[in-house]
């Protein structure tokens, strides 16, 4: 696995349900890899699976990543990817616990751990996603949701060396509406600092991040993506 606490930040392009054949030709001559070679960077591309093999080996020196990956390292489990498949696809990272994955498919914290476990058996970086709801935060349990999340979806033998947190808001993806910059620390300052065995892991921000504030977000002190 990649040791992630060289980067001073990291950042993931999550295609989810998009792309296409042309798009990823395109992509791929326009992308000027020359001016992203800052060793300081992690660039993470995370296309569909059926796309992986088009990237595979042409992103350098960004990193690929899968969107997800099951619970299963085989079997007849319809429509799956494995952590093994992932591997052999030249994934270095994968996403899990995405909000999506949660909201839309029923994913529970312990589905995520076992995901994240999957993925560090064969050598990939977990990028573990948590997040609140609109109604959590109106009740005020942000902190708590949070603490249940990554106490329950990061593996016993995970370390910060090796896996990424990444706060998502869910009442803020694809509204529009953003937490102030202020929220936004303060909530990464909490996970950094006050969640007992999970101080100082990597802790990227995602949820309606666009050219106009992504600048402003990445200076945060306590956001590293």
Known sequence: MLKINKFDRIIVANWKLNGSIDFIEQYLQKLNCNKLDNSNICGIVCPPSVYLHKLAGKLTPLFLGGQDCSNYNEGAYTGEVSASMLKEALCQFCIVGHSER????GESNEDVCIKAMN??????????????????????????ILYAQISKSIPNNATKDFVIIAYEPIWAIGTGLTPSLEEIDNIHSYIKNEIQNFENYKILYGGSVNANNASEIMCLKNVDG
Do not use: M, V, W, Y
């Open 102 to 105: 949660r909201q839309i498919f």
């Open 119 to 144: 993925l560090i058996a064969h050598n990939i970086n977990p990028i573990i996603c948590i997040g609140e709801t609109s109604e959590e935060k109106n009740k005020n349990l942000t902190k708590d």
